[in-house]
């Protein structure tokens, strides 16, 4: 049986608008779940029950005076490192424990517009820097469908909540893969929006060229109704663009017939595990089967090296980006110092965990006069050849498609070790990133009941053809039922 915190939001929206459900007893529904699984889970930083209970209510009042828009109402969950105001805002972080964020980020006022209950905020690596939530400053994540292994990350809590029916949807961030490997880890919909379709106001910056906020859901059509409500130009946002905003979920319910896909070989190179190559391989075939046109030797010769363009530039822009925790305007300050310097050096020392630390040093090098031309200037090159081979890819195809990871979820702790493994581990994701275009990740499949996810890829702002396929490979499979055996 199906119960009402594991409905989607298109679900529940029709019982709130025709009154069968109150917004309240939503909310209860979810606050009783997350009491009951989130102990093994461990997907927030904070659980907002009192506020979510106040929003309920005040949602409650609008839908009677029969104001309910689709998201009005509905229980949502937001990964740790977008501005809440008046509620705390760690990054997953020792630096920012105990900071509460004195205004909303644009994403956050959209969404209380609609009438959005915050039920939370999700844990993640801290800074968004890592795929596991291992990095977590705090403590780790679970996978809701196998508890030894990890939820993947950055967003881990947001898609674990979302995969544990411990919020109806979550707004994560993706940099390198940051929603949408997570969300393939998890068995959930992730969709990376383009650069600047979603305002990165008050998210709290990895890499500024690079990060963009994207929805996580249960089914592809909820996708669509979050991408309505966070989509638009911001004038607080100087990258945000002015491209118009349709209505996403038009996108669905068309068939893909004579839909032309490209197969790029270097998405199943060595290193993919044998069960994740064929589970996308039949997922491709589905697609076949609903009258696309697939093209299975497809090559985009740049591809393989995005990772190392990437440790690059989001290291360059993360250390000139996190140079503003100095201990004196906001965060954690380190008192017990005798000069001005030593306050400065310790509180990072100890306000940043390993990884940061790392990746500020490493983006530090990359910048010096030395090293400028031979890193950073280069790097910048090759992210130009990997975005001009999309576009050329992309006068031929409607979309691409590939696995979202090359592995599946692995046990916690197993790679802490092999750092330079874990950073090429998100080759599928990290090109996307690189060249600014939209991506969305769909359950495909289990391989010994852990998820598989596809990832699509279209040109910029095509976010609506990767919802229309997304949406018909969906609807013909059925993957996104399934429910974590918790
Ligand atoms: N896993 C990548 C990293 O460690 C991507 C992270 C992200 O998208 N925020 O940087």
Redesign the pocket.
């Known amino acids: 049986m199906t119960h009402l915190e594991q409905l989607t939001i298109h679900e529940v929206h029709k019982l709130l608008k025709s009154k069968q459900v109150s917004s309240v007893e939503l909310t209860k529904a979810v606050i009783a779940r997350i009491h009951a699984v989130d102990p093994k889970i461990r997907a927030f930083v904070t659980v907002t029950e009192e506020l979510a209970l106040q929003q309920a209510m005040q949602a409650d009042k609008r839908i009677a005076d029969g104001d309910c828009r689709p998201l009005t109402g509905i229980p949502a969950v937001m990964k740790d490192l977008l501005c809440t105001k008046g509620i705390r805002t760690t990054c997953s972080s020792k630096m920012l424990e105990n900071f509460v964020s004195p205004y909303n980020a644009t994403v956050i006022e959209k969404l209380y517009a609609e009438g959005m209950v915050l039920i939370g905020k999700a844990n993640m690596?801290e800074c968004?820097?890592?795929?596991s939530t291992e990095n977590s400053a705090f403590f780790a994540t679970h996978n809701p469908w196998d508890l030894m292994r990890i939820p993947g990350?950055?967003s881990g809590g947001a898609a674990a909540a979302v995969a544990a029916s411990e919020g109806f949807y979550a707004l994560g961030?993706?940099?390198?893969?940051?929603i949408r490997q997570p969300a393939s880890y998890c068995s959930i919909t992730g969709l990376k929006p383009t650069y600047g379709r979603v305002s990165r106001y008050g998210l709290i910056a990895?890499a500024s060229s690079l990060d963009q906020i994207g929805p996580m859901t249960r089914d592809v059509e909820d996708a669509a109704i979050v991408m309505n409500a966070i989509s638009g130009y911001d004038d607080r946002d100087s990258t945000s663009v002015s491209y118009e905003v349709t209505d996403y979920t038009k996108a669905l319910g068309k068939n893909i017939k004579g839909m032309r896909l490209g197969i790029p070989r270097e998405y199943f190179a060595d290193g993919i595990q044998p069960e994740v190559a064929s589970t996308i391989k039949t997922a491709i075939v589905a697609l076949e089967e609903l009258g696309a046109h697939v093209d299975w030797n497809v090559s985009l010769p740049s591809s393989p090296y995005a990772p190392a363009v990437y440790y690059v530039i989001?290291t360059a822009e993360a250390s000139a980006n996190l140079a503003r925790y100095d201990g004196i305007r906001y965060g954690f300050s380190y008192q017990a110092a005798n000069s001005m310097w030593e306050a400065l050096e310790k509180t990072r020392q100890f306000g940043f965990g390993t990884e940061v630390k790392r990746r500020i040093m490493l983006g530090t090098y990359v910048l010096s006069a030395g090293c400028y031309d031979t890193y950073y200037l280069k790097a910048q090159k090759v992210r130009t050849l990997i975005r001009q081979e999309f576009e050329s890819a992309f006068e031929k195809y409607d979309a691409l498609i590939t696995p979202t990871s090359f592995n599946l979820p692995f046990k916690l702790g197993e790679k802490t070790d092999d750092l330079m493994a874990s950073y090429f581990y998100?080759v599928c994701t990290i090109p996307v990133n690189i060249a600014g275009i939209p991506a969305i990740s769909i359950p495909a499949g289990f391989v010994d009941g852990l998820p598989v996810g596809l990832q699509i890829i279209a040109k910029p702002f095509a976010e609506e053809k990767l919802l229309r396929i997304a949406h018909a490979y969906e609807q013909a499979t059925g993957w996104q039922q399934y429910q974590p055996p918790l």
């Open positions: 690596d968004a820097m890592g795929s990350g950055s961030s993706d940099t390198g893969g940051s990895l989001s998100d």
